[in-house]
């Protein structure tokens, strides 16, 4: 026979427990599985959604010389991307997009991103560039990078040569003679001296110099000298004509000058009674 009693007080156990656990008649088991389990069902609440791509770089060179990546003569220039993700599908670049486009917004291309970019005239220039990647997300940072468009020669340069002793600019008889220069653009950055550049050099010539030297030595031979200066800016540009300087070169030419004076009556080198 059934003890009703202690049957009571068991169901009265059991919901007490029920109770204070607050997890309802049925939520007994899952609220002991949790806990053995360390919590494993709140773990997915750190879940992160998708990651936008990183930023790339971006940097713009000089087209005739890719050491410039900060100045060019051209208003092309050559593009250069590195740290580009493989999610990337598409990407902006221009100079107005300076803030975070929307992933649906117009302008996105599809890649590759072009070798080379045309401004529309000359100046310091801002070039920015976005991606996309294929779940449609936009890289977060500002991707830019700027170049000055300067298409206009330095003024031509000045250029004297002076014998080392007397500064006689016109006959030396010293191989190495003075330089001076003058009229050079503060933005000038190389020079040539040359006897035989009377065209104008290439911009990649090896001539070029970024010493400005304060002598030049003549070639060997006595002869009349002709030398050029060449100038070239920051950007590449050379002026339109060379600082040119002829000299002549002779070793017997400067000798100092003996005079002999005598009186036109007696013939005396020491004394005289006339003006003439």
């Known amino acids: ?10 169901v009265l156990l059991l919901l007490a427990l029920l109770t204070l656990c607050s997890c309802g008649p049925f939520g007994l088991i899952p609220l002991l599985g949790g806990a053995a389990g360390g919590g494993g069902g709140g773990g997915g609440g750190g879940a992160s959604g998708p990651i936008p791509p990183p930023n790339p ?25 590195t740290g580009l993700s493989a999610s990337v599908t598409h990407f902006i670049l221009d100079e107005i997009t300076t803030g975070r486009p929307d992933a649906g917004a117009p302008g996105w291309q599809l890649l590759p991103i072009p070798a080379s970019y045309t401004f529309a005239g000359p ?8 991606v996309k ?8 940072g500002i991707v830019s990078a700027q170049i000055e468009v300067d298409m206009t020669p330095p003024m031509d340069p000045s250029l004297t040569l002076r014998d080392r002793t007397t500064s006689d600019p016109d006959l ?31 911009e990649l010539s090896a001539d070029w110099d970024t010493n400005h ?29 060379a600082g040119i300087h002829q000299i002549a070169y002779n070793t017997a030419a400067i000798d100092d000058p003996l005079f002999h004076l005598e009186d036109l009556t007696t013939n005396s080198s020491q004394y005289s009674n006339a003006t003439t």
């Not at 971006?58 to 050559?78: E, F, G, K, M, R």
């Not at 990647?133 to 977060?140: A, F, K, P, T």
């Open 172 to 202: 030396t008889d010293e191989q190495t003679v003075d330089v001076e220069a003058t009229n050079i653009d503060a933005d000038v950055v190389e020079y040539i001296f040359s006897e035989t550049q009377a065209t104008t050099p290439s």
């Open 213 to 241: 030297p304060s002598t030049f030595d003549l070639s060997a031979g006595e002869a009349l000298k002709t030398v050029y200066l060449w100038v070239k800016d920051n950007a590449g540009n050379i002026c339109a004509n």
């Open 133 to 140: 990647s294929d779940e449609n997300l936009v890289n977060n």
């Open 57 to 81: 770089a971006l940097i713009l060179h000089d087209q005739s010389n890719p050491a410039l990546t900060s100045y060019t003569n051209s208003l092309a220039v050559d593009i250069g991307v």
């Open 123 to 130: 100046g310091l220039k801002t070039l920015y560039l976005w």
């Open 1 to 10: 026979m059934v003890n009703l009693s202690k049957l009571s007080f068991a």
